[in-house]
Structure formats: C-alpha cells, structure tokens
C-alpha cells in the first residue's frame, strides 16, 4: 500500500487514516485497478501523445503536409522522410501526423453527440416507462440492426462531405448502442431504494434524473465511450476512403489510403503507414477501455 | 412461442414501415435534379427546353406529390417491381440488384461460415486451456482482430498475394479466385469478434454449479464441454451473430468497393452518387429486409434454445 500516499494527493479533503486500515474513496481505488492494468496505462500514455502530436502537428511536422516535391512521386521511405512520398510527391509522414487530428476531432466529436443523444433516448425510455419506451426501443433496434456504413454514405452524400458532415453523420448514427445501456441501467436504478426514497419525499422527476440516476449511469457510459472512440475512427476512416468523409487535399487517414488503394500496385508504402496508425489508435482506445471497465465498474462484463 | 413469434413479427413489420418512409424522405431531400445529373455537368451540353425537362420529370414520376411517389413505391416493392434505373435508362432495378445479391450473399455466406468454423473451435480450446499459449495467442489475434479496419487489411491482402506472391488477381471478378481476398477479409473480423465470446461465454459456463456437478459424478471432461457447457455458452454467440449481421453488410459495402466486386454494396455507393433514386429506395428496403428477417430468426432460434426468453 505504500502508493496510497500519492493516490491520496489527488483528493484534497482525505487525509490517509491509519496505515493498517487505509479508508480510500472509491476514485482513488479505481485509479489503483487501473493503474495495475499496464497495457491499458501504456494505451493511455499513447493517446495523450497522440493528443499532443495533433495539437502541436504545426509544429511536429519536419515538412509541409501540402507541399509537393516534384520528381518524388511514389517515392519510397528515406531517412530525410520516414515514410515516403505519396502518389502526388507529398511528404507521407507529415500528412500523417496531420490526420490524427481529423481522427481525433471526428473520434471525440462524434462521441459526444452520441453520448449526448443516447444518454437523452436511454433516460427517457428507461425512466418513462410506457410507449416513449416502446417507440424509442424500436428506433435502437433498428439503427443498431442497420448497416450503418450505409446510412453513412446516404446521409453523407445528402448533406455534402466535409469535416463538420462527418462529425455530425457519424454522431447522429451511433447513438444506439449509448441508449440501450443507459435504459438497462436506469430500468435498474429506478427499483433501488434511494431512488424511491427520492420518489417518496416528493422529489420532481427532474431531480431524480439529474441527481440521482445521471451520475450512476456515468462509470458505463465513460467505459463504452472510450471503446467507441476507436470505432468512430474506424467509421471516419471508411466514409474518407470511400470519398465521403474528409476531402483531398486536407490529410486524413482514410484519405491516404484511398491514395493508397488507387496506387497499391505501384506504391504499395503509401497504404501501410495510415493503417497502421489507425490499428494503433483504435487498439489504444480499446484497452483503455478494457481497463476503465475494470476499474470503474468491475462486475460489468463484454459488452458486444 | 406462438405469441412471441406473432409479437415479434409484428414489431419487424412496424420497423420495416419505420425505415421505408425514413428511406424514402431522405431520398427526396438529395441535392440535385436526377435529370441533370443524367445529362452530366451543366447539362452536358443537350440545351433542353423546360417543357422537355418537365416531360421527363412527369415520365419518371418525379412530379407527383411524395405520398403519392411513396404509396406507388411501396406497392411496388411488394410486388416485386423496383422500377427503373434513372442512371441507366430502361434497366430494370430488379435486374441490376439481382445480378449484385450473388457476390455480395457469396462473400458474407462464406465468411461467416469460416469464422464460425475456425472461431467457436478456438474459442473452446481457448477457454478450456485458460492461459496457455494458444490462449494468449487467441487472445492477442481477437483484440487486434477487432482494432483491423478491413478496407486496410484488404490492402495488405493484395500487397501480400497479388504484389509480393503473386497469386491472387488485386481486383475484380474474372474467376472464382476474386473471391478470396473478400472473404478472408470478412472472416477476420468476425473471427475476432465471435473466438472472443464464445471463450468468454465458455469460461463463465465452466464456473457454473452444474459443470461441477458434471464433473463430481465423473464425466470426462470432453462430456461435461461438449454436451454440457457447450449448449449454453453458446447461446450469446447466436445473438452476436445477429447483431454481426450488420456490421457484415457494412463489411462487404467496404470490401466490394476495394476489390472492385460487383455486388449490391458497391452497387448502393455508385447509385448514391448518382442519385439514382430507384436503386438506392430498392436497396435500402431490401437490406432492412433482410435485417429485420435475420433478427427475427435470431431471436426465435434464441427463445427456441433459451425458454426463459418467451415468457417475458
């Protein structure tokens, strides 16, 4: 127990007790679960460097993302550009660093419409129980039913591809899987007994939801947004590859290895490094996921 | 059983009106004139006069009002009468989606099967032989297997057997060998995703008071796997195979799009941006036909396994 002392720092008002019987609160046991999970501190550790590569991408990238070198297209990799040319003569790895930030843009703003959508349908289905619960099931279902690359491609090529497109499009289609849990949950919570301890002191529904449901729904839903990140970034990439997602010349993932797949036969290098961080990016969120189940909320299992 | 299979074929009836209607509304909300599209940029060059213009807007329908356009469609759906193709004239939507169904049921048919064939067998053995080799192994390929995005390991399949082995043709359809690629790439993922919940599943059985029953009364091990533990742990991978449906589809839109296939996927993208109303309508209805039969399936075939499921 002796990392006890610098968990507690983190929480101003605990003051350790004695060294036998350290009483900690349930935040800093969760830090301890997962910090004891290396893989998933190691993920943790690689999207924040991927959050700072993006941010300061300005400043990170050896070479102009935009810019063309003539007579170096297709160029393999050197030690002056890591990763080559594309088919263009631009340089590869600076237009890499670059997609990680519509990666993680997309990733993160369309999680959080989900969220906030899913969260909202999940609520209302769960707590009023009756036909918003029945209509709102069947709309779940069938979202989650549907093969949502193709709704994707629909909706994309309605409203007109850009980055702003994306983020919406990809938001408002993968709500679903955010509005099944939390109605589990709320089903759940509304039968426990500080809830209709609440119901019985005449608390207003509003009250209930806000204070005493929404916080206990938070540990799965942060769980499965960190795991859904990495699907949204699968998503973007697909809608880009297919021309519907971010548009040429802005770098994105999905972007270059459509460039990739036009010219696999003559510049196979151009496929390989976009993919490779999209693999690495989308197995980081997944065990940082993995590893925020197990130290938020231990008796939750897989979720598929 | 009769009762809820009557209840859940109505709720797949009620989903279906849901998605067709949506289809149909968002169709008409497209940019763009399916006319001028026709014609190319700027008309192509063929000066037409408005009356010309409104004259083929009346011959395809395109100027009833939406009810009206929508009832005609829907009656047409059912009798099986797609209409015809605005992007290529005089084509039957039915034919062009028929000549599509066979790649596209061919590539996900097999790929499910091969990954349920390799899948639930590595599952098992990964479940009953806890943390060996094999299990990490199993293990490393599911969690990497789920983060692939298959358009990328498409492309590395082709570097692989059409670049550097040169056995494989990169794209297209010219022999039953245009096949293979597509199908490995949609087993992988399924692979990952059902090995990972049948071991999961399997695990949790073994722990169960009946197993240790089993094995109390001397059963060898392969009885109390096999005709015990099994049939449970199975159970979830029937769901997950009807919530993979899905992403299967969305799978082989992907796939048919990098191997160049003719199949209803890349049929679908290429009428979209065509705006080709008939035959993205069509496909739309027929996948959230086939979504909706598949989960029906899946959920009758559960209750049938699971009887706790009917008396809800």
Redesign the interface.
């Known amino acids: 127990m002796g990392k006890s002392k610098e968990v507690a720092t983190s929480r101003e008002q605990f003051v350790p007790l004695a060294e036998e019987q350290p009483r900690r609160s349930e935040r800093s046991r969760a830090w301890c679960r997962f910090k004891a999970n290396r893989m998933s501190v190691i993920a943790g550790a690689f999207i924040i460097l991927l959050c700072l590569m993006a941010i300061f991408a300005d400043t990170v990238v050896p070479h102009d993302p935009l810019e063309i070198y003539s007579g170096k297209r297709g160029v393999g990799p050197s030690s002056e550009h890591l990763m080559g040319f594309d088919h263009v003569g631009r340089d590869l790895f600076s237009r890499v660093i670059y997609g990680s930030r519509v990666a993680l843009i997309v990733g993160l703003g369309a999680s959080s419409i989900a969220v906030i959508i899913g969260v909202m349908v999940g609520v209302t289905a769960g707590y009023f129980s009756g036909w918003p619960d029945s209509l709102l099931s069947r709309l779940t279902d069938t979202l989650m039913a549907f093969p949502i690359i193709a709704l994707l491609i629909l909706l994309a090529a309605i409203v007109g591809p850009s980055l702003v497109t994306t983020v919406v499009v990809i938001g408002v289609t993968s709500w679903a899987i955010y509005a099944r849990v939390v109605r589990a949950q709320v089903l759940s919570l509304k039968r426990q007994e500080f809830v209709v301890a609440a119901l019985a002191i005449g608390a207003s529904d509003r009250r209930i939801i806000f204070r005493h449901i929404l916080p206990n729904v938070m540990a799965p839903v942060i769980v499965l947004v960190t795991l859904g990140v990495g699907t949204i970034i699968i998503l973007e990439a697909a809608l880009s590859f297919l021309g519907l997602g971010i548009q040429p010349p802005t770098p994105s993932w999905g972007g270059t290895l459509s460039d990739g797949r036009a010219f696999i036969l003559l510049f196979p290098h151009i496929a390989m490094a976009p993919g490779i961080m999209i693999v690495l990016t989308v197995l980081a969120f997944n065990l940082l996921g993995d590893g925020l189940r197990d130290a938020l909320d231990p008796r939750q299992k897989d979720i598929t | 059983m009769a009762r809820y299979t009557v209840v859940r074929l109505a709720?797949g009836l009620?989903?279906l009106l849901?998605?067709s209607v949506a289809t149909f509304l968002?169709m008409r909300?497209?940019?763009g004139d399916p006319v001028m599209i026709l014609l190319g940029e700027g008309g192509g060059g063929i000066r037409m006069t408005e009356e010309q213009i409104e004259a083929i807007h009346r011959r395809w329908g395109l100027d009833d009002p939406w009810h009206v356009q929508y009832l005609l469609w829907v009656k047409n759906m059912f009798t099986g009468n797609f209409g015809k193709s605005i992007f290529r004239p005089g084509v039957p939507v039915r034919e062009m989606i028929f000549e599509a169904i066979p790649v596209t049921f061919i590539i996900s048919a097999a790929g499910l099967i091969i990954a349920l064939a390799l899948a639930i067998p590595m599952g098992i053995v990964a479940a009953t032989r806890r943390n060996s080799l094999f299990d990490y192994a199993a293990t490393i390929f599911s969690?990497?297997g789920?983060?692939?995005?298959n358009?990328?390991i498409a492309?590395?399949l082709?570097?692989l057997f059409?670049?550097v082995l040169k056995w494989l043709p990169?794209f297209g359809l010219h022999s039953w060998q245009g096949y293979i690629m597509p199908v490995m790439v949609i087993a992988t993922l399924q692979m990952a995703?059902i090995m990972?919940?049948t071991r999961?599943s399997l695990i949790e059985e073994l722990g169960e008071d009946y197993v240790r029953t089993a094995r109390a009364k001397g059963l060898a091990e392969r009885g109390v796997i096999g005709t015990h533990a099994i049939r449970n742990a199975l159970l979830p991978v029937v769901t997950?195979i009807g919530?993979q449906?899905?992403?299967i589809?969305?799978g082989t839109?992907?796939v048919e799009?990098?191997f160049a296939l003719p199949g209803i996927g890349r049929l679908?993208?290429d009428s979209?941006?065509h705006l080709d109303y008939q035959v993205?309508q069509s496909?739309?209805f027929l996948?959230?036909v086939i979504?909706?039969v598949v989960?029906l399936l899946t959920d009758l075939t559960y209750a049938l396994i699971d009887p706790r499921i009917r008396i809800e």
Request: aromatic fraction near 10%.
């Open positions: 709720e009620v989903v849901l998605i968002i909300l497209l940019p969690t990497l789920v983060a692939l995005p358009f990328w492309l590395m082709i570097v059409s670049l990169p995703v990972r919940v999961g997950v919530v449906f899905a992403y589809l969305s839109i992907i799009t990098v679908f993208t979209v941006l993205v496909i739309v996948l959230a979504v909706v989960n």
